[in-house]
């Protein structure tokens, strides 16, 4: 069992910088796939970023590519989402995902663990 609080968002302006981080329980962080994925108001949730669990892989969506970056540190059990260059679009509750595997997964149905979502709004 995984438990995530992601913490980091807020406002910011066209072009601004946040970084998201996810914190999880448990002792074994290190054996679980952790995605990002975020919902705009009136939309579906998509997919942004996931990491392995030693975090040599990474992917992501091609909005956000060359933008944003993922990374962990399995010692503080945290992902973290650094996100730059950001832009209205980019406006959602952004989620962290958590699942028991060593393969890549981009589809929300395959993540067994949740965050409950921090809000960043992109001003223009």
């Known amino acids: 069992q995984v438990h995530l609080v992601e913490s980091g968002g807020g406002l910011v302006q066209t072009g601004g910088s946040l970084r998201l981080s996810c914190a999880a329980s448990g002792r074994t962080f290190s054996n679980y796939f952790v995605a990002w994925f975020r919902q705009a108001p009136g939309k579906e949730r998509e997919f942004v970023t996931c990491?392995?669990?030693?975090?040599?892989?990474?992917t992501y969506a091609d909005s956000v590519k060359g933008r944003f970056t993922i990374s962990r540190d399995n010692a503080r059990n945290t992902v973290y989402l650094q996100m730059n260059s950001l832009k209205p679009d980019d406006t959602a509750v952004y989620y962290c995902?958590?699942?028991?595997?060593?393969?890549?997964?981009?589809?929300?149905?395959?993540?067994?663990?949740w965050g409950q979502g921090t809000q960043v709004t992109v001003s223009s």
């Open positions: 995902a958590a699942r028991r595997s060593n393969r890549i997964a981009i589809t929300e149905a395959l993540y067994d663990f």
């Open positions: 990491i392995s669990g030693s975090g040599t892989n990474t």
